[in-house]
C-alpha cells in the first residue's frame, strides 16, 4: 500500500470513479473509500475533462504565483511613459527637419490622437514582438496569456488599445498588480525566470 495520499490523488482528481465526501474529501466512487493502492489503481479510468480542468488550475496557480508586484509594475510605467514622450517628439522632431508643415496644420485635436496611435503603436509592436516594452525589459519581466504562453496577437492588441481608459494606469495598484488592461486581455506580466 502507498502511504503517499497525494501520489494517490494525483489518479484520483482525474477519475470517471471519483467522488467527493465532505467528511474525507476525494474518495473512490466505487469504494467510497479514501484511495489505498500501491502504484496504480485497477480501477482508475481517465476523464478528460477533469484532468483539463485540474491543469488549468495548476497553470493558472503558477501564473499567479510569478506575477509581479505593483512596484515593478510603476517601474514599467514610468519607464515607458517616458519611451513614449520620446517616440513621440522624435517622430515629432524628424518630421519637422524633412520641412514638413503637417505639424502646422494640425489641431489640438490631431496632436492627441496622433500621440495615442503612438502610445498603442509602442506597446503593441514592443509586446508583439518581444513579448515585453522597454520598461519590462529592465525589470526582467515579460506579458504571457493565462496558462503563460506567448499572448496571441488579438490579445496584444486589445491589451494596447485597453491601456487608451481614462486612469488606467491607476488600475494595477490593486491587490494583484493587475491592470485592467491586463484582465481585460487575459494576460498577466510575470518574471522572465518564471519556469514555463
Known amino acids: 500500500m502507498n502511504n503517499n495520499i497525494e501520489y494517490c490523488l494525483q489518479f484520483c482528481k482525474v ?3 471519483q467522488k467527493f465526501n465532505l467528511q474525507e474529501g476525494i474518495v473512490c466512487g466505487l469504494t467510497d473509500k479514501k484511495p489505498d493502492f500501491a502504484d496504480t489503481c485497477a480501477h482508475f479510468v481517465e476523464d478528460q475533462e477533469k484532468k483539463e480542468r485540474v491543469e488549468v488550475r495548476h ?3 503558477f501564473v499567479a504565483t510569478q506575477m509581479v508586484n505593483s512596484n515593478t509594475r510603476l517601474i514599467h510605467h514610468i519607464v515607458d511613459v517616458v519611451a513614449v514622450y520620446l517616440l513621440f517628439f522624435v517622430i515629432i522632431k ?5 520641412g514638413s508643415r503637417l505639424w502646422y496644420r494640425m489641431t489640438y485635436f490631431d496632436v492627441i490622437l496622433f500621440f495615442y496611435l503612438v502610445k498603442m503603436s509602442y506597446y503593441a509592436l514592443m509586446e508583439i514582438f518581444f513579448s515585453k516594452t522597454i520598461g519590462k525589459m529592465i525589470t526582467k519581466t515579460k506579458v504571457v496569456d493565462m496558462e ?3 499572448p496571441t496577437l488579438f490579445q496584444i492588441i486589445f491589451r494596447s488599445f485597453f491601456r487608451l481608459i481614462p486612469f488606467e494606469p491607476f488600475s494595477f495598484l490593486g491587490t494583484d498588480a493587475s491592470g485592467w ?5 487575459d494576460t ?3 518574471s522572465d525566470k518564471a519556469g514555463l
Do not use: A
Open 15 to 17: 477519475c470517471q470513479h
Open 59 to 61: 497553470r493558472d496557480s
Open 94 to 98: 524628424i518630421s519637422l527637419s524633412t
Open 148 to 150: 503563460g504562453n506567448k
Open 181 to 185: 488592461h491586463d484582465k481585460m486581455s
Open 188 to 190: 498577466r506580466v510575470i
